[in-house]
Each structure stands twice: as C-alpha cells, then as structure tokens.
C-alpha cells in the first residue's frame, strides 16, 4: 500500500518578498533538473515517444501566466512561496480536471506532480522510496508519472489505483514499462 506522506504547507509571514521569489527560482531551477532526469531516464527505459511526457512537465515549469500569478502572490499578497505556488497549482489542476475532454482533464495530474515536485524542494523534503524487498502489487490512491517512471519494473508485479484512467500519463508509462495495471477502481 502507497501512501506517500501528503505535504504540509502552512502559510508563514513573508518579510522579504524578493528573496522568497528567489527561493521559488531555486526550487523551480531544482525540480526542472529533475524532470530532465526523469526524462532521460523515460527515453533510456520506455522510449522517446512516451518521454515527452517529462517536455510538458517541464512546459509547466516556465508557464508564464503560472509564475506571474505566483509573482503576484508573493509581492502584491506577500504570501509565502509554498502557499503561493500551492494555490496556483491547485487552481491550475482545477481547471483541466473541469474540463469534458478525458485527456485533458488526465493533465491534472501532471501539473500536481510538477507542484508537489517543486514543494519538496521549498519545503526540503525528500521524495518517498519506491524500492521494495521483494516483487509487489502496488496499490495506491494515484501515481504521478514522476512515480511510475522511477519504478523498477522487476519490483512491480503490477498497479492498482482508486485515480486515474487509461489515458493518464502514470497508466501509460505503465503500459510502456510492461506493469499491468489498473486504474480508477
């Protein structure tokens, strides 16, 4: 059973609005780093064809109209940059899970795995290991594609997730890694 810690983010007094923005930078500077990784790591293991799935993690990342609004949280608001970023995610997520279209709506998931990726680095905090000891059936409430793509396919004897559908991004890099899995249950 995966149940990966939630992240806890408070709202903090924010004194110095520029060196928060430039904590922000950093942390984004970080998890676009990694999402670089993650997509190496896609094409070595499952191909370039399902590792464009890392180029929109990435797009994400320098969405202008995304950083703007944070910008404007951080400076206009003086909130800090978890809380912020958090709001602006979530409202981000919230608008593509409104949407009629099933794979559009899928892209939620990629745009909380982008913000959740980029709170860790805020917050310092680690990811959660998905090494076991012995081959598993994994079962989870959801997968952000950054989980899938880092799971040792020899490890995984399958995925079962209460989220998620046949078009989501975790339930591809799935199919590509040969992990049977079911979704939306």
């Known amino acids: 059973l995966y149940r990966p810690q939630p992240l806890q983010i408070t709202t903090r007094p924010v004194t110095d609005p520029e060196a928060e923005w430039q904590h922000l930078q950093a942390a984004i500077t970080a998890a676009r780093q990694e999402v670089k990784v993650l997509e190496t790591q896609a094409k070595n ?3 370039q064809a399902e590792a464009y799935i890392f180029q929109a993690h990435e797009l994400f990342l ?3 109209v995304l950083l703007d609004t944070v910008n404007r949280s951080i400076f206009n608001d003086k ?3 978890e809380m912020a970023w958090q709001q602006a995610i979530q409202a981000t ?3 593509l899970k ?3 279209d099933e794979y559009l709506s899928a892209r939620a998931a990629d745009v909380l795995d982008v913000g959740d990726r980029v709170i860790r680095h805020l917050l310092g905090e680690e990811l959660p290991t998905l090494e076991f000891e012995y081959p598993v059936i994994l079962v989870a409430d959801d997968l952000t594609p950054s989980d ?3 799971m040792n396919p020899a490890q995984m004897l399958g995925i079962c997730t209460r989220e998620g559908g046949a078009t989501s991004h975790s339930a591809i890099l799935a199919h590509a890694l040969n992990i049977p899995a079911v979704v939306g249950l």
Do not use: F, Q
């Open 93 to 95: 997520a919230d608008n």
């Open 62 to 64: 320098t969405d202008p």
């Open 79 to 81: 909130l800090n940059p």
């Open 148 to 150: 899938t793509v880092r």
């Open 45 to 47: 293991r499952v191909g």
């Open 98 to 100: 409104s949407l009629d």
